[in-house]
């Protein structure tokens, strides 16, 4: 789901009703970074993106309801909103529970499925096992949706995941064997802010699809999303696919 987040990031937000892209379904994307870095923001800004695709609901999965949307959404774009599902399984077994019942829902199949605070349903069991059985269902999910939806559109899967401080081994194989499942990261790091602003920097892997690339994300306190392309600089590698988000507030 590179491209996806990519047009998120390149608009600065998410697409109009009938802004429809007509990409085949895309490798599944891994969110990557630490408290607070914007995951959220950016999982609902690609939820929006997908939604004005017109292929389908989007299907948004979280332990607990959003406190407030994580940007203003206007009234051109409320009918967008309208067609994101949330739902909130409050434990991994509700998750899992969740997941394997996929093929009994009825209605139409989401175009995207997006998990967000994948950390959280990892530590109620931490071993690797769990992590690679719920990566494995998550892509097994997609799939599933992916064959409802037919016509080689598929259902694009983006899991966002916090990112823990340097030092920690069992938490940097646990990432190790999650990225075997994603080959597609978006590292969000912060930048330096500005007053009344949270600033981050994005540099998207795209796992050997399309280039990579970086944005600077700002965020003012009224929630409004601005993204600006990232000013390269020669031998500036200090944000990597390899690199750790840990230490972020």
């Known amino acids: 789901m ?3 987040l990519r047009r998120v990031l390149n608009s600065g937000g ?6 429809e892209n007509t990409a085949e379904v895309e490798p599944p994307l891994l969110l990557l970074g630490g408290h607070g870095s ?3 923001a950016l999982l609902f800004a690609a939820a929006l993106e997908a939604a004005g695709e017109g292929r389908g609901p989007v299907l948004f999965l979280t332990r607990r309801p959003l406190q407030s949307l994580p940007r203003r959404i206007g009234a051109a774009l409320e009918p967008l909103r309208l067609q994101i599902r949330f739902q909130y399984p409050p434990s991994t077994h509700e998750l899992l529970r969740l997941l394997c019942s996929a093929h009994e ?3 139409p199949a989401p175009s995207l499925l997006l998990l967000d605070g994948l950390e959280e349903y990892l530590t109620e069991d931490p071993g690797s096992q769990e992590a690679a059985y719920l990566a ?3 892509l097994d999910t997609a799939a599933h949706f992916s064959h409802r939806v037919g016509s080689g559109r598929g259902c ?3 899991v966002a995941l916090q ?3 340097e030092g920690d081994s069992a938490t940097a194989l646990q990432l190790a064997l999650l990225q075997r499942y994603f080959p597609a990261q978006c590292w969000l790091q912060p930048d330096a802010p500005s007053p009344g602003q949270h600033c981050l920097r994005a540099c998207l892997e795209p796992g050997g699809l399309g280039a990579r690339a970086e944005w600077r994300v700002t965020f003012r306190q009224d929630g409004e999303m601005t993204v600006t392309p990232w000013p390269t600089q020669a031998g500036d590698t200090s944000l990597h696919k390899g690199s750790s988000s840990g230490g972020q507030p």
Do not use: M, S, V
Request: proline residues 4%; hydrophobic residues 35%.
């Open 2 to 4: 590179a491209e996806t």
């Open 14 to 19: 998410a697409a109009g009703p009938g802004e």
């Open 38 to 40: 914007g995951k959220t």
């Open 105 to 107: 829902t009825r209605g």
């Open 136 to 138: 494995a269902l998550l």
């Open 156 to 158: 694009g899967l983006i």
């Open 163 to 165: 990112t823990q401080e």
